[in-house]
């Protein structure tokens, strides 16, 4: 199992709830996810807080609003790329400080200090895929469901083997599914968890979120299968109103959870 995978359940904060429970989106996989903090001494801070600002900061807008830079923003990212260059080793691991601060910040519910952070990590570095699912997140926690599919998947197009990534894809695809009853969506959200399963076969998330998908699909003896492939792989990660409401719909065929 990866790292990640340890770290996301060691944290437990992967509360998404089913069939529109939640009047607000909650926190997916990665949200409460740890940060490295071996270099917090060399954080190259005048550069971060110093960015120009105006009426539509696009330090607060991810990958910087993807609009055309000025002049005086160009300087600043000059002089806050050199500033890096001279606090760390290279930009690579400057990018992966920034990131972890980002996932602190937004892990507190600070969206646009960890989306100013997470901009900073692209700077850096365009090829990982921590800031690309970094702001994908953000735009969840924000309700905007397609900018936050479109992030993620630019975070696969740069790390096409990340597990945990395609399950947080797919859960904000079945989120969307939700609202917008966009049978596309779902078939999609499939298409990554049978990926990311592959992957990761003992990832008890992707399990629940398979078992989600069999569920709106009204194949609810395949939704039991997935169900009860989470409760061996990680009791923690059993969701209890889902499971009642798929008790409703179709008794356990194994019989190991009972009704009232």
């Known amino acids: 199992m990866s790292k990640r995978i340890k770290m996301t359940r060691f944290v437990g904060l992967l509360v998404l709830l089913p069939f529109g429970l939640l009047a607000q989106p909650a926190q997916l996989a990665s949200t409460g996810r740890k940060a490295d903090t071996g270099r917090a001494s060399t954080v190259p801070m005048v550069s971060t807080v110093a960015s120009p600002a105006t009426a539509a900061d696009p330090m607060v807008l991810p990958l910087f609003g ?22 760390f080793n290279n930009r690579q691991e400057a990018s992966q400080f920034f990131a972890s601060r980002a996932w602190e910040y937004l892990a507190e519910g600070q969206l646009d200090t960890a989306t100013h952070r997470f901009n900073l990590a692209w700077l850096l570095n365009e090829r990982s895929s921590e800031p690309y699912w970094g702001l994908g997140v953000v735009s969840y926690q924000r309700n905007l469901l397609p900018e936050a599919i479109r992030l993620m998947k630019k975070g696969l197009d740069v790390a096409d083997s990340n597990a945990v990534l395609m399950t947080d894809l797919a859960s904000v695809q079945i989120k969307h599914f939700q609202e917008q009853q966009d049978s596309t969506m779902l078939d999609e959200a499939a298409t990554w968890l049978q990926k990311s399963v592959t992957l990761e076969p003992n990832y008890a998330t992707t399990h629940l979120r398979l078992s989600w998908v069999h569920y709106y699909r009204g194949d609810y003896p395949r939704a039991w299968e ?29 019989g190991f959870f009972k009704g009232n």
Request: proline share 4%; aromatic share 8%; hydrophobic share 35%.
């Open 66 to 87: 993807e609009r055309s830079k000025t002049a005086e923003q160009i300087g600043w990212e000059v002089r806050f790329l050199n500033d890096c260059d001279q606090n």
């Open 226 to 254: 997935y169900l009860h492939n989470v409760r061996k792989l990680d009791l923690a990660a059993m969701d209890v109103t889902y499971l009642n409401l798929l008790m409703t719909r179709l008794p356990d065929p194994q």
